[in-house]
């Protein structure tokens, strides 16, 4: 069986999208993240256990084009404004934690017997977090803008560039050893490739992006095209200068982020972005081999304790020292509690350089491995974590939190309406009551959205809807109605329905008056009416509903029931 799968590379790849499959349902039934069974695919697959996995050439093919992809649709959601915004913490905040991992890596090495120079290159390789992990975490939660995740992306590609870096000077000098691999690039020259790269940018942005994707909106598989064309190409020229493959694929997605078509872009490319991906994950897991794990246990489970408590931890401290809040800061440090598959590849470097034993692959393995996993459930399940450790978090949080707006600034006002979550349904129905002279209050974690918002001329504050601390600040007592305009999205990471943790916070705050929210389906609106929704509001239902009596009014006959199915939503109004 095993010799007809590896006969060509599309059974191969059949092979693999089947096993993927049954590994990934077998996951969902178990409730864990999409992430870690696709790596156990790759486990499974690799030379460890069913030795699958040769098309390797076809296989990295298809993960670096995901990775270009992912990267891509971060940078066409960016906001410039919000870059410079958030840029100096995330420039202190990722070289802070590469400064202190690495310090304190180095003597915890030293500490359980390796040499120096095993020392530094280990203590090294666990400053890397993976970027690529991060952001389809967040991607997934859909937290990949709010503001924890915007700082986090923004401290990650600032990693990104120290692994840069760290690679060409490994390559370059060849420390200690007369065969280091020839390189063709300096900091100096990536330094100022990466200059010119983002001045064409600003120019591409300024002169060509608009005028270009108006043109080729004309066919929409064109505009799909070309844009994954730009990220192949931009990704093609930042991995040849150095950058790296990421940094090119998110300056591709930033320079058509200010067109009118990015919206359509990205969420044409969303699905494409998650089969490719689902390569990346078994490559990545293909490339652990579990025969190098028997040594070095003892070390790597101080390591893996290391990178699990103590990257989160710095971050912490940092963002805190600058004005974060707590709840912020420890999102944002979740982000780095693993290693990177940079890790892997940048002590392969030293080994083949000479500088370490073969058997340190195994304990950076198995570092990897311990912290890839852990993290991800960490990262899927932070904000049941935040709600455990937040009585101890207290410490790393300046009085008044300069850099973030607290809630507390409203108490004395009057809000009729409050609503969570300024989508495209909460600011029309906002716009709409404002004109009604309803004095309307909206609530969000996406600094964009907010910013949209104050533009408006609607008062708003960024905050989290499930942190309880948060929620028991808002101006509740004399408002007559709380709106959740949040729906729920099913990601197969968590289950947290944060419509009902609204109902459970805004209740246990004191709030006394209505609560509405919105549903996707008739079953939906049944479960919330019994954790005593007052209205549920189904958007397309309504829209229709609405749209049925336009078009009667315009036939001139008698509205009445549009739908003998459905069970009328606002009835208790």
């Known amino acids: 069986m095993l010799d007809f799968v590896v006969q060509s590379s599309f059974t191969e790849v059949a092979a693999l999208l089947v096993l993927a499959a049954i590994i990934g349902f077998i996951g969902i039934l178990l409730r864990q993240p999409l992430i870690v069974s696709f790596i156990a695919v790759g486990l499974i697959a690799g030379p460890s ?3 699958i996995v040769h098309s390797r050439e076809q296989i990295e093919l298809l993960s670096e084009l995901g990775i270009a992809v992912l990267l891509f649709l971060v940078g066409i959601k960016l906001d410039v404004k919000l870059i410079r915004s958030i840029g100096g913490v995330s420039l202190l905040t990722g070289l ?27 203590a090294v390789a666990l400053t890397f977090s993976s970027t690529i992990i991060i952001v389809k975490l967040l991607s997934d939660k859909r937290e990949i803008d709010s503001l924890h995740g915007q700082i986090a992306l ?52 300024r002169y060509i992006a608009d005028p270009l994707t108006e043109k080729l909106a004309k066919a929409t598989e064109l505009l799909v095209v070309y844009a994954l064309a730009q990220t192949a190409l931009f990704a093609a020229i930042g991995d040849l200068v150095g950058l790296g493959k990421e940094v090119g694929g998110l300056l591709a997605g930033v320079a058509l982020a200010s067109t009118p078509y990015r919206e359509s872009i990205a969420a044409r490319l969303a699905p494409l972005r998650d089969f490719l991906l ?70 392969t470097m030293g080994i083949s350089l000479g500088h370490m034993q073969q058997d340190v692959l195994g304990l950076v393995t198995l570092v990897g491995i311990v912290t890839i996993a852990a993290s991800t459930y960490m990262i899927t399940y932070s904000h049941q974590l935040y709600r455990l450790f937040e ?43 404002k004109a009604q002279g309803i004095k309307v209050l909206g609530l969000d974690f996406n600094p ?40 729920h999205h099913q990601t197969g990471l968590s289950s947290e329905d944060m419509r009902k943790t609204i109902i459970q916070l805004t209740r246990a705050a004191g709030f006394a008056g209505q ?39 315009g036939l001139d006959v008698q509205s009445g029931p549009h739908d003998a199915n459905r069970e009328p939503n606002h009835e208790q109004v």
């Not at 100022?192 to 591409?204: A, D, E, M, R, T």
């Not at 790597?300 to 912490?316: E, K, R, T």
Request: glycine letters at 10%; charged letters at 15%.
């Open 391 to 433: 009585p101890l978090l207290g410490i790393f949080e300046r009085p008044g939190t300069p850099r973030e707006q607290s809630a507390e600034q409203h108490v004395g006002d009057h809000y009729q309406v409050i609503i969570f979550g300024l989508g495209r349904l909460g600011t029309a129905i906002a716009t709409r009551l």
């Open 278 to 347: 689902l390569f990346f994950f078994i490559a990545l897991g293909a490339q652990l081999d579990l025969s190098l794990l028997g040594s070095h246990i003892s070390g790597a489970i101080i390591f893996s304790l290391f990178v699990l408590i103590g990257n989160p931890l710095i971050v912490i401290v940092i963002m805190g020292a600058m004005g974060y809040r707590k709840r912020t800061s420890f999102l944002a440090g979740l982000t780095v509690a693993q290693i990177s598959e940079f890790s892997l590849i940048f002590v």
């Open 49 to 51: 256990v069913l030795d």
């Open 515 to 553: 609560l509405a929210t919105v549903s996707q389906s008739k079953i939906e609106s049944e479960e919330l009416r019994l954790q005593g929704v007052d209205l549920v509001l189904e958007p397309f239902q309504d829209a229709a509903d609405r749209a049925c009596e336009l078009l009667l009014e």
């Open 154 to 205: 923004g401290f990650l590609i600032v990693q990104d560039l120290v692994v840069v870096m760290a690679m060409i000077v490994l390559a370059a000098i060849g420390i200690g050893s007369g065969h280091a691999p020839a390189s063709n690039s300096s900091v100096w020259q990536v330094a100022i490739s990466g200059i010119g790269l983002l001045l064409f940018v600003i120019l591409f942005v």
């Open 96 to 122: 802070g934690q590469v400064a202190f991992t690495s310090i304190f890596g180095y003597f915890i090495g030293l500490a359980i017997g390796l040499n120096h120079v095993t020392s530094i290159y280990v």
């Open 448 to 487: 964009v959205a907010i910013k949209y918002w104050r533009h408006l001329g609607l008062d708003t504050e960024y905050g989290d809807v499930t942190d309880a601390e948060f929620v028991a600040e808002l101006p509740l007592r004399h408002a007559k109605w709380v709106v959740s305009a949040i729906p």
